[in-house]
C-alpha cells in the first residue's frame, strides 16, 4: 500500500507566455507514488522534461501547505482538481486511478492573463485589497490585547472570512468569472470587527469599484464558487458584501 | 446614484427588484387563472374587474417597465459576464455539482419565457385591448366573454397548449434559482434564511408552474 504507483497520462496547458496562443501537450508519466502531492507529481514530470531536454512546465507554488493560496492549476475541469477544501499541493495522486488522462489547464479569466504554461498574473486581487482592504491606524506603541472587547461569536465569524487565502479558486470557477467571493470575504472580515467599521462605507464602494474595473464579472449567485473554495468561504458573505454595498450607496 | 447602477451590484440590485416585482405579478396572475376552472362567470367577472380596476390600469405599465428593465439587464450582464472569462475557455469543466442547472440556464429559461411571452400577447392581450372578443352578459353587466376566447384558444390547437405549458416549466426553472437568488442580491440571506428562501422559493415554482400548465392541457383534455 504504501509504496503503491500508478501510470497516468497528462495534457498538459503549454504556452510560451502571455502573447503567444498556446496548445495542449500530452505527456506519459509512470510509477508516480499514490502517496504524492499532486505538484510532487508535477515536479516528477518536470524532471523528467528537463532530463530529455525539454522546457519544464511552469507553475505557481509556494508554501505547499495549503495557506498561501499560490497554487492555481484546473485540473480534469475543477479548480484545484477532483478534492473539496482541498489547493493542488493539498491534493494527493491516490485520487487518481491508474492509466487515467489527467486535463491540467490555468486558471482562466480575463482579470488573470497567463503568464506562462499554468503561471497566471492573479495580481489583480492585490489591486482590490490595495483599493480598500485594510484599517488605516497610527503608528506608535502597540495597543495591549483585548483593550476592544469583541463578542467571541463576532470574532469567529470575522476568522471564518479572514481565512481566504486569495487563491482565486473562486473567480477560476465561476461562470462568469467573478470575484464576489473573495472581495466578500474581504469586505466582511474587516466589516464585522470595530477596527474595520470606521472606514466600512468607503471600503466596499472603493473595493466593488476596483474589483468591476480590472473585468471581474458579475455574481449571478451560482454558488459554485463557495463548493470549490479550499477554505470553506460561505457565499452568505457574499449577501453581506451586497448588504454592505447597497447600505453605502442607498443610505444616507 | 449613476455610479451604483452602473456598478456589477447595482445592475443585480435592478434584476432583483424587478424579478421580485415579477414574481408578485405572476402570483396573482395564476390565481386569477385558476378560476378558469370553475366557470364561465366567475372567470368573466374576475377578468371584468381586473379590466376596469383603476389600481390594475396604474400596474399595467409599471409591469411592462419591470420586464424591460428584468429583460434588458439580463442580457447585458449575460453577455458581458460572457467576455469576463477571457480569450480562451476551458477544455474541460465539471459544473454539475458545483451548481444547480437552473442557475446556470437562466438566460436560456429567460428566452424561452419571452417567446412565450410575445405568443400570449398576441393570442389575448392583443385581442382584449384591440378587439375581436366576443360580448357576454353576466348578473345584467355587458362585458368581455374573456371565458370563451381563452378556452376555444385552448381546444383549437395542441401546439399552443404545448406552447403555454413549455412557458409554465421554463418559468418554474427560472423560478428555482430566482426566488432564493433575489433575496441574496438584496442582502438579506445568510446560511439559515438561504434554506429558508430556497425551500419558499421552490414551493412557490411549484405551485405556480402547475396551475400555469394544467390549465390548457385541462381545456384540450378533459372539458
Ligand atoms: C421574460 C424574459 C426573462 C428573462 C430573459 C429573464 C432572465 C433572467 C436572468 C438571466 C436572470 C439571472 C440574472 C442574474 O442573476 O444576474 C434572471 C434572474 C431573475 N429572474 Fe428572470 N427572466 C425573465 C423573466 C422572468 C420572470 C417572468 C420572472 C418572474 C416571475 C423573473 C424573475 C427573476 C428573478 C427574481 C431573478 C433573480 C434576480 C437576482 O438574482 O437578483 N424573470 N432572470
Ligand atoms: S474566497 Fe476561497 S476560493 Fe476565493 S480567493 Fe479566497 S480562498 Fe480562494
Ligand atoms: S502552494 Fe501554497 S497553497 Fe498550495
Not at chain 1, 158 to 172: K, M, T, Y
Not at chain 2, 54 to 70: C, Q, S, Y
Amino acid at each position: 500500500m504504501a509504496n503503491k504507483t500508478i501510470n497516468i497520462k497528462l495534457r498538459v496547458w503549454r504556452q510560451n507566455g502571455p502573447h503567444d496562443k498556446g496548445h495542449f501537450e500530452e505527456y506519459e508519466l509512470n510509477n508516480v507514488p499514490t502517496a504524492a502531492s499532486f505538484l510532487e507529481m508535477m515536479d516528477l514530470l518536470n524532471e523528467k522534461l528537463i532530463s530529455e531536454g525539454k522546457e519544464p512546465v511552469a507553475f505557481d507554488h509556494d508554501c505547499r501547505e495549503g495557506i498561501c493560496g499560490a497554487c492555481s492549476m484546473y485540473i480534469n475541469g475543477r479548480a484545484h482538481g477532483p478534492a473539496t477544501g482541498v489547493t493542488t499541493c493539498q491534493l494527493h495522486m491516490r485520487l487518481f486511478k491508474d492509466g487515467e488522462t489527467i486535463t491540467v489547464e490555468p486558471w482562466r479569466a480575463k482579470a488573470f492573463p497567463v503568464i506562462k504554461d499554468l503561471m497566471v498574473d492573479r495580481s489583480a486581487l492585490d489591486e482590490i485589497i490595495k483599493a480598500g482592504g485594510y484599517i488605516s491606524v497610527n503608528t506608535g506603541g502597540a495597543p495591549d490585547a483585548n483593550t476592544i472587547p469583541i463578542p467571541k461569536d463576532v470574532a469567529s465569524r470575522a476568522f471564518d472570512a479572514a481565512n481566504c487565502i486569495g487563491c482565486g479558486a473562486c473567480v477560476a470557477t465561476c461562470k462568469n468569472s467573478s470575484a464576489m467571493l473573495f472581495v466578500a470575504a474581504k469586505v466582511s472580515h474587516l466589516a464585522l470587527l470595530p477596527q474595520g467599521q470606521v472606514e466600512a462605507k468607503e471600503r466596499v464602494k472603493k473595493m466593488i469599484a476596483k474589483m468591476d474595473e480590472l473585468g471581474f464579472g458579475s455574481c449571478t449567485n451560482t454558488g459554485a464558487c463557495e463548493v470549490e473554495c479550499p477554505k470553506g468561504i460561505s457565499i452568505a458573505f457574499i449577501a453581506k458584501l451586497n448588504r454592505e454595498y447597497l447600505n453605502a450607496n442607498l443610505m444616507p | 446614484m449613476a455610479g451604483f447602477l452602473n456598478s456589477s451590484i447595482g445592475k443585480k440590485f435592478l434584476m432583483s427588484i424587478s424579478g421580485l416585482f415579477l414574481i408578485l405579478f405572476v402570483g396573482l396572475h395564476a390565481t386569477l387563472n385558476s378560476l378558469l376552472l370553475i366557470g364561465p362567470d366567475t372567470y368573466n367577472i374576475a377578468a371584468h374587474f381586473m379590466a376596469t380596476n383603476v389600481f390594475i390600469k396604474i400596474m399595467e405599465p409599471i409591469l411592462a417597465l419591470g420586464f424591460i428593465v428584468h429583460i434588458i439587464y439580463a442580457f447585458i450582464l449575460e453577455i458581458s459576464n460572457y467576455y469576463k472569462r477571457g480569450p480562451v475557455r476551458y477544455a474541460m469543466t465539471v459544473r454539475r455539482h458545483q451548481s444547480t442547472w437552473s442557475s446556470r440556464n437562466m438566460i436560456w429559461l429567460g428566452i424561452i419565457i419571452f417567446v412565450f411571452l410575445a405568443v400570449h400577447l398576441a393570442n389575448f392581450f392583443w385581442k382584449v385591448k384591440f378587439g375581436g372578443v366576443p360580448e357576454t352578459t353576466v348578473n345584467g353587466v355587458k362585458m368581455h366573454d374573456t371565458y370563451t376566447l381563452v378556452v376555444s384558444l385552448f381546444q383549437a390547437n395542441i401546439w399552443i397548449d404545448l406552447l403555454y405549458v413549455l412557458g409554465a416549466i421554463a418559468l418554474g426553472f427560472h423560478l428555482h434559482h430566482a426566488f432564493w437568488s433575489a433575496f441574496q442580491t438584496l442582502g438579506w440571506s445568510n446560511e439559515k434564511w438561504r434554506k429558508i428562501w430556497t425551500t419558499l422559493g421552490d414551493i412557490y415554482a411549484v405551485i405556480i408552474a402547475f396551475t400555469f400548465g394544467i390549465i390548457p392541457l385541462y381545456f384540450y383534455f378533459v372539458k
